[in-house]
């Protein structure tokens, strides 16, 4: 009897009325039913759809096409039919089908016992209503938790790349190493993720995190900058309120202050706030040159 468990899904078989296939096979229809349809509006009504199509697409390897004709043109009346009075070919095709299930299918067995056609329908009432309560997980929210799992994981080597950078940092030298970082993570994702549709939509959270990551550490560069800036022309502006109260100033004495302040502020200030503190510091520069002249 094999391995039991507790519940294996059924082949996929896929029953077309001939009619519909418009000269293609039916594996050809089949094919083209389980295609994702365009969705550029974002209609949720579709994008649904899409997920049962991309759900049944994976599961859906081991399935079975088939098609039957037309069994009468009366419809409403075919209950009332004999065999005799349908199409011959329907007959012929309907005991095909029958053959087609029958080589298909086993006996599924449910804590230890086999079920017959009434219990099974009763055991995946149960089991549908468990999926649409979400607690049992789909095919779909299996790949979306694989690919969260991918995701993360990209986010960290993504953080990692720019927690290595000591701020502040010219904010050239952070767009590079954001390019960089931002390149190697989705290089990752590409290679790790599953599923075609559900990894357009990882890919687009991956973005989105990587952008928040990425203002974040600009907003961090910036107070960095700022702080840094600040003390050192703070510094350089106490050194040269020092030099205008001796006894005997000099021009040369403020030049040489001034040569070791300005040379520190250059080195050590730097990143985004670095342009208005230059600014500043130039005008600094002309006021007390203006005093000593």
Aim: hydrophobic share 40%.
């Amino acid at each position: 009897q094999g391995e039991e468990i507790a519940f294996e899904p059924a082949k996929l078989l896929w029953l077309i009325q001939r009619d519909f296939l418009q000269g293609k096979s039916v594996q050809q229809m089949v094919n083209e039913a389980l295609q994702r349809v365009p969705n550029d509006n974002g209609n949720k009504y579709i994008d649904e759809v899409n997920q049962i199509r991309d759900s049944l697409a994976v599961m859906g390897n081991n399935s079975t096409a088939f098609s039957l004709p037309q069994p009468h043109l009366q419809r409403t009346k075919l209950c009332d039919m004999d065999d005799k009075e349908l199409e011959p070919l329907y007959v012929t095709r309907r005991e095909q089908l029958k053959q087609v299930v029958g080589s298909i299918i086993k006996p599924k067995f449910v804590q230890g016992k086999t079920l017959n056609g009434k219990e099974f329908v009763s055991f995946l009432q149960q089991i549908l209503e468990a999926l649409n309560k979400g607690e049992i997980p789909s095919t779909g929210s299996l790949v979306e938790i694989f690919n969260k799992a991918i995701l993360e994981r990209c986010l960290k080597v993504y953080k990692e790349k720019l927690e290595g950078l000591r701020l502040p940092v010219p904010v050239e030298k952070l767009q590079q190493i954001h390019e960089v970082a931002n390149g190697e993570a989705k290089l990752l994702f590409d290679k790790q993720h599953f599923g075609k549709h559900h990894a357009v939509q990882s890919i687009l959270k991956l973005e989105d995190e990587i952008t928040k990551v990425y203002k974040n550490f600009l907003l961090a560069n910036e107070y960095q900058s700022s702080k840094l800036c600040e003390a050192r022309f703070s510094e350089c502006e106490d050194q040269m309120d020092h030099l205008q109260v001796l006894k005997l100033p000099s021009m040369a004495k403020f030049n040489a202050g001034f040569f070791y302040c300005n040379r520190t502020f250059v080195m050590e200030c730097v990143g985004p706030a670095k342009e208005r503190y230059d600014h500043r510091m130039s005008k600094v520069c002309l006021l007390f040159q203006t005093y000593f002249a």
